[in-house]
C-alpha cells in the first residue's frame, strides 16, 4: 500500500487543528491574520515572521493573509490569501496563489484577501462571539472593531462579545505533538553544533558583532531556516546586561563571552546560554561565579518533572544563587538565606526568571487557565510534551562599589532547553558542555 506523502500528512496535521479550534467555538468565529510586512528602508521590509498561531493552524507564511474559522453554518474554514500578481512578484517573488492554494490546503475554501472586508458582515451574522487577538494587524482591527457596534448601540442578531483567539490556542501550543518536538530538538541541535565549532575561534574574533556573525552563518551551514531572536554575544562587562546587543566592542584575551543564541528550524526555536574563557581559564573569581550558576541550574534541572511548575524551578535556582552570593560575600552573611530571599536582596544580581516556554516563539505563548480556573502561567503544573527552558544566571554591575572589585562586571548565565517527559525530563541542548573544566578544555583544542 502506497504511503502518504510528507506534504499530504502535514496538511493533515493543520486540519486536525483546525477542527479542534472548531470544536471549541461552537456558534462563534474566530479570526487570525497572518500578520503586516514592516519597511526597513525605503525599499525593502523586514524579513517577514507569520503569526505563530497562524502558522501553527496552516503552515503558511505568507503576508497579507486571514484565516476564519467559523463554528456556526458552513463553510468552517476559510482561508483569504493575496492572488498571483506577476508584476509585485519580479519584485519580491512567487506567491502561491489561490489556485494552488484550493489544491494544497485542506481548507473548505480559498477567497481573495480583499473580500474579507465585505464578506465579514455575512461570516459573523448568528454568530455569538468573535475570538480575535487585538493587536494582530492594524487593518483587521479596523475591520472588526467597526463591525460590533452602531452609533445607537450594539447590533442586533450580532456577536457583541470579543474574546482574545489565543485563550484557546495557547492551551494547544502548551502540548507539543511528536513533529513539534522534533523540530525544537534539531534547532537545539543546531544551535549547540554550532557553538562548539565557533568557541574555539573566539579569541580570533575582532569584535562581538564579529563573533556573532559568524556563529549565525554556522547556523544556516548546519540547515537553520532562520533565528529564534537577535544573537547575544556579550564580551567583558557587557555580559551584564541581559540582552545586550552585539557591537564592536573587542574581544580581550582576559573576558568571559556569554552567548546566547538560538537556530529557527520549521519555525520552532532554539535556545542556548554558555559562557567562555577567551584565555582558557576561568580566573579564581570567574571560577567561583561560574560554579555557583552550574549548581543553580544542576539543581533546577532535578525538579524538571510532571507536577512541578516553572515556580518550583525558579525558586530553587533562586536559593542556590543566593547561597552562593553569601559564600562569596556579595551579600552579607549576617541573614539568613530565607531572609536574603524573603526581602529580595539577591535581585541585585539576579534579575529575571529561570525559565520560559519554548515553542514556535522563543517566549512562547503562555495559557492563564487551568482546569477551569484563572492560573498565572508559571504555576501551570508540568506534563509530558511541555518544552521550555532553565537559565539562571549572575550579574555584577561593573560600578557596583558595595561588591569587591574582583567580581565587578562579571555576568554569566547558563541555559539549556528542557522537554517532559512520562519518566522525568530530557535536555534537547546537552551538545554544548556545562562542566567548567570541560569548557576549559574546549577552549584549549
Not at 534541572?301 to 535556582?317: E, M, Q, R, W
Not at 536559593?319 to 552573611?333: N, P, Q, Y
Request: glycine share 6%.
Amino acid at each position: 500500500m502506497p504511503q502518504d506523502s510528507p506534504r499530504k500528512n502535514l496538511e493533515q496535521r493543520f486540519e486536525k487543528r483546525r477542527k479542534t479550534v472548531l470544536s471549541q467555538i461552537k456558534n462563534s468565529i474566530m479570526v487570525i491574520p497572518s500578520g503586516d510586512e514592516k519597511p526597513i528602508s525605503r525599499d525593502q521590509n523586514y524579513n517577514f515572521v507569520p503569526d505563530s498561531d497562524f502558522f501553527y493552524l496552516t503552515g503558511f507564511k505568507e503576508t497579507k493573509c486571514i484565516l476564519v474559522l467559523k463554528g456556526i453554518g458552513s463553510p468552517k474554514s476559510i482561508l483569504y490569501l493575496r492572488d498571483r500578481d506577476l508584476v509585485e512578484e519580479k519584485w519580491l517573488g512567487e506567491r502561491i496563489g489561490i489556485k494552488r492554494a484550493r489544491r494544497r490546503f485542506k481548507l473548505d475554501d480559498i477567497r481573495p484577501y480583499a473580500n474579507f472586508k465585505n464578506d465579514f458582515p455575512a461570516l459573523t451574522e448568528k454568530s455569538e462571539k468573535i475570538y480575535y487577538a487585538l493587536g494582530s494587524s492594524k487593518e483587521t482591527d479596523e475591520i472588526i472593531i467597526s463591525n460590533l457596534t452602531t452609533r445607537n448601540g450594539p447590533r442586533y442578531n450580532y456577536p457583541n462579545e470579543l474574546l482574545d483567539s489565543r485563550l484557546i490556542t495557547s492551551e494547544m501550543r502548551l502540548v507539543k505533538d511528536k513533529d513539534e518536538i522534533n523540530a525544537i530538538s534539531r534547532a537545539s541541535e543546531i544551535t549547540a553544533r554550532s557553538m562548539l565549532e565557533i568557541c574555539k575561534y573566539l579569541p580570533d574574533f575582532k569584535s562581538e558583532k564579529h563573533a556573532a556573525s559568524e556563529l549565525e552563518t554556522l547556523f544556516t551551514k548546519h540547515g537553520a531556516h532562520g533565528l529564534a531572536f537577535s544573537t547575544i554575544v556579550a564580551a567583558g562587562k557587557n555580559s551584564t546586561t541581559l540582552h545586550h546587543l552585539p557591537n564592536h566592542s573587542p574581544i580581550w584575551k582576559r573576558d568571559l563571552v556569554l552567548i546566547d543564541a538560538g537556530a529557527q528550524f520549521n519555525n520552532y526555536c532554539g535556545d542556548i546560554t554558555r559562557v567562555f574563557p577567551i584565555s582558557g581559564k576561568f580566573s579564581t573569581v570567574q571560577a567561583e561565579v561560574y560554579d555557583i550558576v552550574r549548581e543553580a541550574l544542576g539543581e533546577a534541572l532535578l525538579s524538571a518533572k510532571a507536577g512541578n511548575c516553572l515556580d518550583d524551578i525558579h525558586n530553587i535556582a533562586v536559593k542556590e544563587l543566593t547561597k552562593g552570593l553569601v559564600s562569596i560575600k556579595a551579600i552579607s552573611s549576617n541573614s539568613t538565606v530565607s531572609q536574603i530571599i524573603s526581602k529580595g536582596e539577591y535581585k541585585n544580581y539576579y534579575m529575571h526568571n529561570t525559565g520560559h516556554w519554548l515553542g514556535i516563539d522563543v517566549h512562547d505563548i503562555s495559557p492563564t487557565h487551568y482546569q477551569g480556573l484563572q492560573v498565572p502561567s508559571r504555576l501551570r503544573p508540568f506534563e509530558p510534551g511541555h518544552v521550555f527552558t532553565i537559565e539562571p544566571g549572575l550579574y555584577f554591575d561593573p560600578s557596583d562599589t558595595s561588591i569587591s572589585p574582583e567580581l565587578r562586571g562579571i555576568g554569566i548565565r547558563l541555559e539549556e532547553d528542557v522537554l517532559i517527559t512520562p519518566k522525568g525530563n530530557q535536555v534537547l541542548s546537552s551538545g554544548v558542555p556545562l562542566d567548567r573544566k570541560e569548557v576549559e578544555n574546549l577552549m584549549n583544542r
